[in-house]
């Protein structure tokens, strides 16, 4: 009994596949989003596959063949291009089949030789794209041809355009837009007689070093050489949506870029979609994988895309069978789906729609549709994200909250919620959110908020430190004065040097190579001290202010960067120096550089404090800072250096220049060398795996 039960089990399943019935089942997808760092994030899964429409009977009694395209109408009708059998499926929003159309003109019937592009008027009129036939049919709902949208006039485009129209749209008003494969001028106009308007939305050529090389050789050549060179223009148009508002949203083929790889037109043909920064949003999946086979890097390459009325775009990756949805300010949301044969995973998919909320991915190969309906944390995304994006950031907070319950690393909703939090006047709540979501500006701004009030609060306190700092300050100068007239030799040791160099770098550095009163456990403490300044500038950097993630610190790259530089500039120093004349000692130039690098490490320090002091908006009298910190190291070096080797200013100033260039050598040496060596070792491992195998 118990094997029949399993028999009749496995029948049953086999027959609801086999009959297309959609049948609810775990997507096991891989869902993630990239940080503000370029890392891939794990996150909640936001589209479940619930239903997978496949098989003879889901379609009329002939499965799909060859399908190209996807449809849906605003009365949730799904039309599904079936190239391979010469006609349209129509299912409803459940997956039921209603009724295909078959075509035929002045009697006879239609085949489609390449069809790519579908498209279905509130009317039911119907728009198809055949790129092999060279033109655009135009029919009526039950597959009547009643007209063609055809070539351009030859003297309207440029020489040599071929028709090859691939993807379709129609907007309220009757105007036809059509991508031909061949075009990189921007979609084809044409009136709803089917006159040819001109282009709409033409492209800007992507500027890559290519490109500029390409250019510049054009300049060197003759003509007729430069002639046969590759022409720079605009990567073309692939594919088309519209949505309620008449907005279109274009494709571009990729380049290799991903910005502005998708456009939302204005009705001037401008492209209105723009990230945070104002600059053409970056679209498609940064994964890449090296194709050992042809022996290329193959990047994302998006082949569909569809909007929706509140400004998500989601579009459609061949390369990694993955979806990626994006908000209205291109803001990545998640990225789903992959290869396989599970729910949720595709082989080859090559176009996708929406159905109410479900997302539609028409699968060539398989000849199905998989819809994918949003989760609990898809849907609070979305509904925060256009509370959000409209300025309502205290009611997307609940929804944010409620993002954050299910993932806490999301940085969208801790952005989204910080700002809920400034808005309620919680500054220092609004921080940590900020914090958590990597979004520097909006902390910074909080931060300014907070420590004006705490001044404003303890102004007394604050005012009454600065009387007694400018009293210590005239008391220092009192001493000093007395200590300037005191017998001065006497009293400097070599112990003190180090800081006697940093107020009196010309006299200093003279008296320190004239009387030997440097000192090598100094300057090894300097290296430490070097050393230290560099860690503290990694780790302790006000959070606005910082350039990387303080949780992938690296001590021995800071350790390279600090000491392992000093070491080399000694190096390249004392090298250059023995090829011209120079009289310093290798332990000389050792000690001398270290002193030189002590007003360097101690500012670092001071200035590491005052990042905790100020907002963004000061961030220029840092900057400012910042370049007298380094004018004075440069003073520093270049007399430390004159007097070492008992130089001319020429002839320092040549030395430093010989000991960059000799840090750039040496660089690129060690880079060399390390390149060869992980080589060389591939190259064993793989000897003695085939050793082994073999």
């Not at 959609?22 to 619930?50: C, F, I, L, Q, R």
């Not at 889901?58 to 391979?84: E, K």
Request: charge should be negative.
């Amino acid at each position: 009994m118990k094997q029949l039960k399993r028999i009749a089990a496995l029948l049953l399943c086999l027959i609801l596949v086999g009959s297309g019935v959609g049948v609810a089942a775990e997507g096991t997808s891989h869902s993630y989003v990239y940080d503000s760092w370029d890392n891939a994030m794990s996150v909640s899964e936001p589209y479940k596959a619930t239903a997978f429409w496949v098989g003879e009977e889901t379609y009329g009694g002939l499965a799909l063949s060859r399908p190209t395209d996807l449809y849906v109408t605003d009365q949730q009708q799904i039309y599904i291009l079936d190239d391979g059998n010469d006609r349209v499926v129509v299912l409803d929003e459940t997956g039921r089949f209603q009724r295909e159309i078959r075509f035929s003109r002045g009697g006879e019937p239609l085949l489609f030789e390449a069809a790519q592009g579908l498209f279905v008027t509130a009317d039911g009129t119907l728009y198809i794209a055949d790129k092999d036939a060279r033109t655009v049919y135009v029919a009526t709902p039950d597959g009547q041809v009643t007209g063609t949208v055809d070539a351009p006039p030859a003297d309207k485009v440029e020489d040599g355009f071929e028709y090859t129209p691939i993807s379709v749209v129609v907007d309220t008003a009757g105007i036809i837009y059509v991508i031909s494969s061949s075009a990189y001028n921007g979609a084809l106009q044409y009136s709803e007689n089917y006159e040819y308007l001109g282009y709409y939305g033409s492209e800007q050529v992507t500027v890559t070093a290519e490109v500029l090389l390409r250019e510049l050789w054009k300049n060197i050549l003759s003509d007729e050489a430069a002639s046969g060179l590759k022409r720079n223009v605009p990567t073309s148009i692939i594919r088309l949506d519209i949505d309620s508002q008449n907005f279109i949203y274009t494709l571009k083929g990729g380049d290799g870029s991903g910005v502005g790889q998708v456009r939302r037109l204005n009705t001037l043909g401008g492209n209105i979609l723009f990230d945070d920064n104002g600059e053409p949003g970056m679209f498609g999946d940064q994964d890449t994988y090296f194709d050992s086979v042809n022996n290329v890097t193959v990047a994302s390459s998006l082949v569909d895309l569809v909007a929706d009325d509140d400004g998500f775009v989601t579009v459609l990756d061949h390369t990694y069978n993955r979806l990626l949805q994006y908000d209205d300010s291109a803001h990545l949301l998640y990225a789903f789906g992959g290869s396989g044969t599970s729910y949720g995973t595709f082989k080859s998919p090559v176009a996708v729609e929406l159905c109410g909320d479900n997302i539609l991915v028409l699968d060539q190969d398989y000849g199905s549709v998989s819809v994918l309906s949003p989760t609990l944390f898809a849907q609070n995304v979305r509904r925060a994200t256009v509370l959000y994006n409209e300025g309502l950031y205290t009611e997307a907070g609940d929804y944010w909250a409620e993002v954050l319950k299910t993932d806490a690393y999301y940085e969208l909703a801790n952005i989204g919620l910080g700002a809920a939090y400034e808005e309620a006047g919680e500054y220092e709540m609004a921080m940590e959110y900020y914090k958590l979501g990597n979004d520097k500006v909006s902390y910074s701004s909080c931060f300014a908020e907070v420590r004006d009030l705490w001044v404003r609060e303890h102004f007394a306190l604050i005012l009454g430190g600065v009387v007694l700092l400018l009293l210590g300050i005239v008391v220092a100068l009192n001493l000093s004065e007395r200590y300037r007239k005191s017998d001065y030799d006497i009293q400097v040791t070599k112990w003190r040097y180090p800081l006697h160099c940093i107020a009196h770098p010309f006299k200093a550095y003279y008296e320190l190579k004239v009387d030997k009163k440097g000192s090598m456990l100094l300057a090894c403490l300097s290296t430490l001290l070097f050393f230290f300044a560099g860690v503290v500038r990694e780790q302790f950097t006000a959070f606005h202010f910082t350039t990387g993630v303080k949780d992938n610190f690296n001590i021995l790259l800071v350790l390279g960067s600090t000491v392992g530089l000093l070491v080399l500039f000694v190096l390249c120093n004392w090298a250059v120096s023995t090829l011209a004349d120079g009289e310093g000692k290798l332990k000389e130039i050792f000690i001398f550089t270290n002193y030189a690098l002590v007003s360097f490490s101690v500012c670092s320090l001071v200035l590491t404090g005052l990042t905790h002091l100020f907002a963004l908006e000061e961030a220029a009298f840092m900057g400012v800072l910042w370049v007298v910190v380094y004018g004075w190291t440069a003073v520093q070096l270049f007399v430390a250096t004159r007097e070492v080797h008992q130089y001319g200013a020429g002839k320092t100033l040549l030395l430093l220049g010989g000991s960059v260039l000799g840090i750039y050598l040496l660089l690129l040496l060690i880079t060399i060398g390390y390149s060869l060596f992980v080589q060389l070792v591939s190259f064993v491992s793989t000897l003695y795996s085939e050793f082994r195998l073999r």
